[in-house]
């Protein structure tokens, strides 16, 4: 994924000496390169105040310039669309904080100026997987995310976002494919981001 | 006259003009001048809940001031931002200066809100309720498994069913983005922070302006140097431009004019006493004018300045006359030439405070205070050539023939001559001209017309409005009812009327209380709603249950439900949650009248928003078209005041010299006046209120100069000069006003130009049969 190793090379330029320089440089080469990519996930949210996960599953696609479509198939079916200045689901435009819409897409390979801004990084390496744990070093971040830990090999593979709450969400990315082009209808989707 | 006493009628003058500056050292401390447009209106004119709703509206529009920081990152943006809220704090202009917007205060009007919330319900949840609420429960499972769902159901343990998530999210239609508590906008290619602020006042006095728009300035430099762009508008900006710029074109023609004045003068008499004389006189004029305005109406406005002090030019007649007659005789002083020209010049004061009085007369204050404000400045000025001038130009005489007087004697001479000659094709042409163009000529009150703010200003404004699309229009409708529960009747329905309208596109947004506020009776059946479709039916039970709450939670929420049956929150209670500008909205309950205004962003379709007049209780207020419409009110009793004043002096005219030569004089007048409205309309130049005082300028100075070559006799070659001195320096002073970008100051400029020139031309064709030999 380009995106991710373009992160890691940022990281590698602004990490402050977390995250061994080697190390970084070596996840990020070992990562594909192209500017779609589009799988399925699996998603398990664990909110302290109910007794068991909700799970969904869908698919994405992510498009360097233009921003992550998730797309919910189960239990119910619903879209989001995110870019870096908007961000849109079935009750239209959203008021979440520009912080968790940022950090969500370019969890995905997005915005790393707000992933790097905002996070301190530590990256271990067991080849040929790797995991990057960011923590926030924003105060207003901090009171929603405690870490955020990413792992993969040549792929991003699985995601987990421990909430300040106590609430813990955990994704995982299947049957990844990198498309040249993307399909009609997701074009369609992404052009309703656009003003 | 016949007690020609110097000294004595030199010091009554003295010691009035030390009356007025006693007077005036005391008025004039106070803070005296009135700018805003507004005050020129009569209060009579709206009824005053509508008054009230105007003034509030203004009150909060006027003040406001949009600044947006823009750089190619949001961090550079809210670095430019910051250092400009510093700057703005600094300057003492604002009362408020927000640029983080605190998440402490909707964390508060989250915990009062809340006890409320089955009471609360937004327009979307409550038609869901009603049509099939297992949507909710969908639309719940949506937003709980989307990546994002934390934000919205933060709060699921106490408040399970999102409803009252749905209604405070609701309470702000415009999602915004913030970052570190700023809101951050994104567009044209930059990303924009926002600093929104309150001025002190909601009128500006013109140095405040002056300073303001020196802030503006300097600010956006220092964010263009950072490499960024700031971006402000506000009502403010406006008016300091509009102020700026008459300012600064009155001081350019006032220096261009004053200089052509002293040449002129210097080159006829060699000599500035003339000078002196005639600035003296129109001087104390405005002085006396001021100081007695002032202590009659407490405040007066600028424009009342500007008119009146035109208007005080008449006065100029009769200081040019008085010198121009030394001219007449070569043993000439000041008695013989007082006493000649004392007769005319009484007429034409007379006919003019006539004609001043008129406007007196009219129920706009604006007119009321030019009336007073230049009769009493040209009384004083006509006083001060009477009673000062005979001391004052003991010795005058002229050993020269200026080249002036050739010129003016020759043209006396010989242009009567040839008008009587060519009288038949040059009063059909005149006549043709005429008609012409009053029928071309086409009022134009539309009050923006009169405006004419600069490009860079408008641009800043428009590109605001694209990317902050909030605030409101000038147009709003004012909502009313006997009491709360018939206010929030009509309102609602003035409402759903504009939603309607908005899925039309024909508005951008609206925003009114009631949107947010459930009256009594609706809270009620909010609650009634929720409890047959979520709790009875046991909906929201099974839903729980599905999801996987507790079952201690399941049953502590119906127990929470069953207990709020009773709630209602109190308007003056939501009020007090409520941001400032919703707050704003409500007018208030007075002897048996509940009020509210409902505000507009973005009209597209006027007319479709007006065209809602049917709803009861509910009134369209549009200022603009409303003072438009004054405009053309009053164009038209100003027009009739005209015609009054033509009236009385013509009457008076008339009594003295007998209907024959009131005609004859009032002819100059006539002429004058009728080419001046023909070449509006030929040139297609604005035709508003204004030009009226315009025309009231070329009615005195007509007036005079046929008064003066009426009464001429034997001396109409002083006439004639005195006559074209005035109109040279009367045209130097107003007529240059004509090269003015300001439509108002243009409009008046071109007007007595166009009639100055006319009197001129046509005065020395009256008195000729009289004296010809």
Sequence with gaps: MILLKALLLYLLAFGQGIAGEAVLTEIAERLAKTPIAHGDFHQQKHLKVLQKPLISTGTFTYHQNKGVIWKTLTPVASLLLVNESKLLTGQGEQAVPAAFGKVFKAMLGGDIAALTEGFSVNATDQKPSWQLELTPKDDMLKRIISTMVLSGDTELRALEIQEAGGNVTRISFDNITHPAQLTGEQEADFERLSP | MNVYHPKLTAGLWLAGMLLICILGSQALTKDWLETSFLALLPTSEQQPEVAKAIRQHNDLNNRKMIWLAGAATSREAIGHAQKLKQRLEQSGLFSKVTLEFSAQQYAG???????????????????????????????????????????????????????????????????????????????????????????????????????????????????????????????????????????????????????????????????????????????????????????????????????????????????????????????????????????????????????????????????????????????????TVVLLFPLLLTGFTFGHDPAILKLTTYWEEHWPLWVAKNRRWLGLTLAVFIAGGLWILTPQDDVRLLQSPPADLLRSADKIRQLFPMSPDNQFFLVSGKDQAEWHQNEQKLLMRLEALKQQKALAAYEGLSRYWPDANRQLQNYQLLQQKLYDSGLLERYMADLGFDQTIVQAEHKQFAEAEHKSLPLSEWLATADESKRQLWLGCDSGRCQSTVTLTGINDINALSAIQDLPGVAWVDQVESISALFARYRIRASVLLLVAFGLASLGLGVKFGWRGGITIMSVPVVALAVSLAMLGWFGQLFSLFNLFALLLVLGIGVDYGLFFFMAGDRRVSTSLGVTLSALTTLLAFGLLAVSSTEIVHAFGFTVTAGIITALLSAPLIGLKENKK
């Design chain 2, 109 to 383: 009007q989250y915990r009062q809100l809340f006890p409320y919330r089955y009471q609360l319900l937004d327009q979307k949840t409550r038609e869901m309720l009603v049509k099939n609420p297992e949507d909710l429960i969908r639309q719940n499972l949506e937003i709980l498994n989307s990546p994002i769902g934390q934000m919205q159901a933060a709060d699921l343990e106490r408040d399970p069913s999102m409803i009252f998530g749905r209604y405070f999210s609701a309470q702000n239609p415009v999602k915004l983005n913030l970052e570190q508590g700023i809101v951050v906008l994104s567009g044209q290619q930059r990303f924009w922070a926002l600093v929104l602020t309150d001025l002190r006042d909601d009128k500006l006095q013109l140095d405040k302006l002056e300073i303001l728009s020196g802030l503006v300035d300097s600010a956006s430099e220092q964010v263009k140097t950072a490499g960024g762009e700031l971006l402000v508008s506000g009502m403010a900006l406006f008016t300091a431009h509009g102020a700026e710029s008459a300012k600064q074109e009155i001081s350019t023609v006032g220096i261009g004019s004053s200089l052509g004045i002293i040449v002129l003068l210097w080159a006829t008499f060699r000599s500035v006493r003339p000078l002196l004389l005639s600035s003296l006189a129109i001087g104390s004029g405005l002085l006396a004018g001021l100081v007695i305005s002032v202590l009659f109406f407490g405040k007066i406005h600028i424009l009342t300045l500007v008119f009146g002090a035109s208007l005080i030019g008449v006065a100029d007649d009769y200081a040019q006359h008085f010198l121009c007659d030394s001219f007449g005789e070569h043993d000439w002083d000041p008695r013989k030439g007082l006493k000649f020209i004392l007769p005319g010049m009484a007429l034409g004061l007379a006919s003019n405070l006539l004609s001043y009085a008129g406007l007196g007369f009219s129920p706009f204050p604006g007119l009321q205070e030019v009336a007073l404000f230049s009769a009493i400045g040209l009384l004083v000025a006509w006083l």
